[in-house]
């Protein structure tokens, strides 16, 4: 069966003292269904994506529980978890049960509360999507593994600084116009080279933020869309997913992402498109190399010149190809369980013609997440009417 995009709804991004991870996600999913008129008795299956719960708020055993918040207990309800990349494989696990006619309508969506838990807690438990014995027992967090990615890269193809700053530059830019973006304000590359560093090469700047936020999606059948009278012009067309070495120390070359560039050949294929279709997409840029290495899996551009995007503005929303209208993670704000729904509202919005910074005549929207440093990666695809 095809799959439509009925509705999206996602949270402002950004700092909630008084709010929990369930009001969050109840908010966003009652947003995506009342965007369709689906009404909650129809939602067969919920599946919910949440990485750090367990941790930040000693809670397991979500899916029911958003089921029960939300009011639709008897929907077969899962917790999904792949790190970053945790909300995509929501929307991938519903795509193909949808698809192979075993439900009609499923609520998919991601959460994270990661202020309240403190800066140093929320560290310690991103950690646990690296590899433990070798990498964080070694001291290292992410930033430490994507400076090493960088400092590799940079060597290797004679990037700078000022290129990784513009990737930035260039996601502040786009965060100005999307009402539910964290950061708003722009930045400068000087802006970018004042800020403390983190692990060199990788400035604070070079950086996304921790956040709060929820999103969801709803996916239906063509059919059911048609029996009650749906407005859902946007496609779910395909879904490809790949894993790679949880350990740098373990992969031939730290300047590539593999796990990426075989999901996008599996959706491209599922597709029947090839990148040079792709009218808009959003990439996982949880730093600024992470976007850098990202358009050049997805075949947006050669080994060694995804730099450039930025920096020549071949990546800008009047670029010829439009990477993280809505600001990205570097901006928008990286909510890990609900980043990859946040990236599918996005690209809804975009081929629907809705989009703060649209996209004139976009037709096929991608969205990429990667979990860890590239151990596991997940490429939607889309394509509007």
Known sequence: MTVQVAGVASTTFGKYP?????????????????????????????????????????????????????????????????????????????????????????LVGGVEMMFSSGLGEVTDALANAAENEYENEAGLTFPGIYALMARAYMREFDVTKDDLAEVMVKNRRNAVENPIAQNREELTVEDVH?????????????????????????????????????????????????????????????TRTPAAERAAEAAYEQAGIDPDDVDVAEVHDCFTIAEILAVESLGFFERGEGARGAVEGETAVDGRIPVNASGGLLAKGHPVGATGVAQLAEITKQLEG????????????????????????????FRGE
């Open 18 to 106: 008084d709010g929990s991870t369930r009001e969050l996600f109840v908010e966003a999913a009652r947003k995506a269904l009342e965007d369709t008129g689906v009404p909650t008795a129809d939602v067969e299956e919920l599946y919910v994506a949440n990485f750090l719960g367990d941790v930040t708020d000693d809670q397991g055993h979500v899916g029911p529980m958003m089921a029960d918040y939300l009011g639709v207990r008897e929907a077969a309800a899962t917790r999904t978890e792949s790190a970053c990349a945790s909300a995509s494989t929501t929307a991938r696990i519903a795509h193909r049960s949808i698809e192979s006619g075993a439900v009609d309508v499923a």
């Open 194 to 254: 004042d800020s403390p560093t983190v692990a060199s090469p990788l400035k604070l700047h070079d950086c996304c933020p921790i956040t709060d936020g929820a999103s969801a999606a709803v996916l239906v059948s063509a059919e059911y869309a048609e029996d009650h009278g749906l407005e859902a012009p946007v496609t779910f067309v395909a879904s490809g997913q790949s894993s790679d070495s949880i350990a740098l120390q373990d992969r031939p070359e730290i």
């Open 354 to 381: 809705r989009h703060p910074n649209q996209i004139d005549d976009a037709e096929v929207g991608l969205t990429h997440t990667v979990g860890g440093s590239g151990a596991s990666c997940v490429v939607n695809v």
